[in-house]
T-cell receptor, first 116, second 113 residues
Framework: EAGVAQSPRYKIIEKRQSVAFWCNPI?????LYWYQQILGQGPKLLIQ????????DSQLPKDRFSAERLKGVDSTLKIQPAKLEDSAVYLC??????????????FGAGTRLSVL | AQSVTQLGSHVSVSEGALVLLRCNYS??????LFWYVQYPNQGLQLLLK??????LVKGINGFEAEFKKSETSFHLTKPSAHMSDAAEYFC???????????FGKGTRLHILP
């Protein structure tokens, strides 16, 4: 079974530029999550999708961050314009959303963003 | 509100020694508890999960954790550390009816030769 795929692995941009990250979850997983992991901290949930609908985006800075999940499969997270404090690893995770494995999330390798 | 507190941002143990990583949780409802491991430049991988069945949970790579309700703890242990165990470990909590996970700040485990 293929895991959660993310691209790019690394991105360096200057402040005020825009950037986009892509995530392809495990096939059949209904729930998709985007996390922000700042150095030295645990992952913080930015947004959660159930199929192509948003379940929770309460911690997403909506003035600069946006996310979509087209057709309930892959997802894109965008930052526009980026700030220095956005430097972090952006992790995508997916889970079946139902059944015994409902609470288990499977993570991609992440995209490391550096904002200069 | 749920939360987890991991005691010690860095823990060093000698190869072959006992590994003990501490986690205390706060939850107003019966929790699901997790330990995840993150190797350098990789995503998080599930080590083990507690779901109110057995209080002693065995995970991958020889790790296990014990749920102690009276102490609100879920400490992670491994009898004998290996160099390959060097990584960052995250304790996490979710509600039984929910699939949202709250992560602790993590503990970086260093293995000394």
């Amino acid at each position: 079974e293929a895991g959660v795929a993310q691209s790019p692995r690394y991105k360096i941009i200057e402040k005020r530029q825009s950037v986009a990250f892509w995530c392809n979850p495990i096939s059949g997983h209904a729930t998709l999550y985007w996390y922000q992991q700042i150095l030295g901290q645990g992952p913080k949930l930015l947004i959660q999708f159930q199929n192509n609908g948003v379940v929770d985006d309460s911690q997403l800075p909506k003035d600069r961050f946006s996310a979509e999940r087209l057709k309930g499969v892959d997802s894109t997270l965008k930052i526009q314009p980026a700030k220095l404090e956005d430097s972090a690893v952006y992790l995508c995770a997916s889970s079946p959303g139902v059944g015994a494995a409902k609470n288990i999330q499977y993570f991609g390798a992440g995209t490391r963003l550096s904002v200069l | 509100a749920q939360s987890v507190t991991q005691l010690g941002s860095h823990v060093s143990v000698s190869e072959g020694a006992l590994v003990l990583l501490r986690c205390n949780y706060s939850s107003s409802v019966p929790p699901y508890l997790f330990w995840y491991v993150q190797y350098p430049n990789q995503g998080l991988q599930l080590l083990l999960k507690y779901t109110s069945a057995a209080t002693l949970v065995k995970g991958i790579n020889g790790f296990e954790a014990e749920f102690k309700k009276s102490e609100t703890s879920f400490h992670l242990t491994k009898p004998s550390a290996h160099m390959s165990d060097a990584a960052e470990y995250f304790c996490a909590v979710s509600r039984e009816r929910d699939d949202k996970i709250i992560f602790g700040k993590g503990t970086r485990l260093h293995i000394l030769p």
